[in-house]
């Protein structure tokens, strides 16, 4: 096993994790579940609340751009999408359904047949089971195995997460959207939340359509942070939100009497943009930018190529199997194991300050997030996980995950 | 004209301003529009940017209630509702389209008929029209009117603002309610953003079924801040969210193959409930709360009947016409005065460092919330609007609002 030290000392990256408001005592690998705050993100949100208290509504021309202008960065330094093509709005669950439902209505001749994966993330499989006719599941997402189900010619979206919430696999970003294109006209509606920040993401590079994301997770913008959506600029014209808001209406305050959607990216608003929060977003795209996607991409192999060597050579007498690509390209920023004792486990972990996270029904996930991870944080949470299952310290907590009712 | 001050000096809110920070150098007329901030806030959202940096995932728990809890406080203090019936969530826009959506896909026999009033807010107007077949438009919705427009026994869904956003008339929420149910087995959505936290509200005491509300205006929230939603405790088995997202979803974390909505109010939850917003919006409902609304709207009543008369006595002579009814007990906390130099004007009064704001095509509008207005800023406001028009100072403004595209 490499000597975490040393890999940290060679981090080209290794200073951005001082970015970060430290956490004594505690060694966070949760952070694709929810990211670390930036250091200058609590200043720069109690800025924005003095700006309200001292400019009150004449702030707004200022504000209102923002959910664009934020876009734009995400778009140009995060994801590889174009100027005017990216918003920051809603959540990702209701920017999901906004794009969804105006895919399949821009398309009534077509049945609402929706490919998707039953390991898609939980709300992406229930928004869309709620809008398609037919869900038609496709369980190992593929060029291949998505132009199958596209063949028919009746499938009227498609739709995938990027990469896998559970087992960090990676989908072939630019080879799906070209095969379901081309073996049934479908577009791929993809969802970046495990990915974008984590990884490069170049969605021009890869002729992708439309997709949505998060940013409170890898993009690090706080507890229920607004997602975003692209779509890519070609599309604007022919796709309508279902969600006819007044943010999203051409010449807002005028409040015509019709709806008459903006021409841009901004007719996929809904409603008032939250603004208190948006600094936080800029903060945390901001610090991607900084870093550039492609650094990202190498850090995220390595951390996530060491956390693998340790889990085999520390954690594979235990039982632990890790389910995550071993080809980096396949992988996103996040390491998971199957153990059926993962639940307790995780609970063990916790109990000695390590923070991961466990998805039903047996996978303890080590998140990665490659500007706030360091080795030594992998090396120090993996050995904690070697120890405690040598001393059986599971045993001290529920076998299950209690039903939340 | 009665003394301001000696006004100010009876008034049993007066010490609420004090609640406020201050805006030094501007008298601010436009809380209806952008609510001003709370003294409290500041530090609570620092608070709670704290708390994200220091617990990060592990505060989750406490934090996942929130939205279910300030609703709660709000049904009980604000909007007269029950314990479990209002959920702080997403945008009022995205609201009233889960709400009206569901109303309209539980009853799949009746036609989309939807009723509303051509000057129903825009956002209202446009989301409404993009999910019903036909509109049938009410133009002083009153019991009667309304009813003869249910009559037909067509209409799924009737909506509308309970004080209208431009003339400051308020609707009979109880008369309608009643009206619609009984002509046409109608229910009816209520928007309360110009409403609550302005007037004393009682949901239940009105019969009401539905509603949602903005947090941004008259509850002080902050900048696109959440919105609200109602649903009365009878009605949740029977709706149904459009938008399937997995924080409606019952034990959320199993995250299991199919949608099974929470059977709580929780159930019209989408995304991820914006988290560091939130204490505004609890501290917005706490200062409602300790007021109470009886107390407000004895005071808006006061407040606008003072802004009404000043305005019969300063500014009728330079052309306005007050349209906001004369009957307390018609309107809400603004006053909406009527001039084809409204535009200007409002110009005109902001270089004097009196913020009100104007609704096309002629609406100057002086918004009044109980809690942070005094008398005095209504007649030092209308004061200088009076100066201002005697000055012609309108006239070194653009005479028209310049078109945004």
Redesign the interface.
């Known amino acids: 096993v490499p000597d975490a030290a040393a890999l940290d000392a060679a981090d080209p990256l290794a200073a951005f994790r001082d970015r970060f408001?430290p956490?004594p005592g505690?060694i966070?690998l949760?952070g694709n579940?929810?990211g670390?705050?930036p250091r200058e993100?609590?200043a720069r949100?109690?800025t924005r609340?003095?700006e309200?208290?001292d400019r009150?509504?004449?702030?707004?021309p200022d504000?209102v751009d923002e959910p664009r202008r934020i876009g734009d960065a995400l778009a140009e330094h995060v994801i590889g999408a174009r100027h005017g093509e990216v918003l920051v709005a809603?959540?990702?669950?209701?920017n999901l359904?906004k794009l969804a439902a105006a895919v399949l209505a821009a398309d009534p001749e077509r049945r609402r047949v929706v490919v998707t994966d039953?390991g898609n993330?939980?709300?992406d499989?229930?928004?869309l089971?709620?809008l398609a006719a037919e869900i038609r599941w496709v369980e190992h997402p593929t060029p291949d195995t998505v132009a199958a189900a596209c063949e028919p010619g009746d499938v009227a979206l498609a739709s995938f997460g990027h990469v896998d919430y559970r087992t960090g696999e990676r989908l072939d970003l630019a080879g799906i959207t070209a095969a379901a294109r081309a073996a049934g006209a479908t577009p791929v509606l993809w969802d970046l939340s495990h990915s974008a920040g984590a990884i490069a993401v170049d969605l021009h590079a890869a002729g992708a359509e439309l997709a949505v994301g998060c940013t409170?997770k890898y993009l690090n913008a706080?507890?229920?942070?607004?997602?975003y959506l692209y779509v890519r600029e070609d599309l604007h014209s022919r796709l309508r939100s279902?969600?006819?808001?007044?943010?999203g209406?051409?010449?807002?305050?005028?409040?015509?009497?019709?709806?008459d959607p903006e021409p841009s990216i901004a007719r996929f608003h809904?409603?008032?943009?939250?603004?208190?929060?948006?600094p936080?977003v800029e903060e945390g795209v901001r610090l991607m930018a900084q870093a550039g996607v492609e650094a990202l991409e190498a850090k995220a192999a390595a951390l996530t190529g060491f956390a693998l060597e340790l889990a085999d050579s520390y954690l594979a007498a235990h039982g632990f199997t890790a389910v995550t690509p071993r080809d980096p390209a396949r992988r996103g920023a996040h390491v998971a194991l199957r153990h059926e004792r993962a639940w307790p486990a995780c609970q063990a972990l916790?109990a000695r300050g390590v923070?991961a996270?466990f998805?039903?029904p047996d996978i303890l996930r080590l998140g990665l997030p490659p500007l706030s991870t360091s080795y030594a944080d992998v090396e120090t949470g993996i050995g904690h996980l070697r120890e405690l299952m040598a001393a059986r310290e599971f045993d001290h907590f529920p076998a299950r995950?209690p039903?939340?009712?």
């Open positions: 408001v956490t505690r966070y949760d579940s929810l670390r705050p993100t609590a949100l109690a609340a003095a309200w208290a009150l509504v004449t702030a707004w504000w809603d959540s990702t669950t209701v359904f039953p993330f939980p709300t499989r229930y928004v089971g709620a409170y706080g507890p229920g942070a607004p997602g279902p969600i006819a808001g007044w943010f209406q051409r010449d807002q305050f005028a409040m015509g009497p019709a709806y809904a409603g008032t943009p939250p603004v208190l929060g948006l936080a916790a923070i996270d998805r039903a995950r039903r939340v009712t």
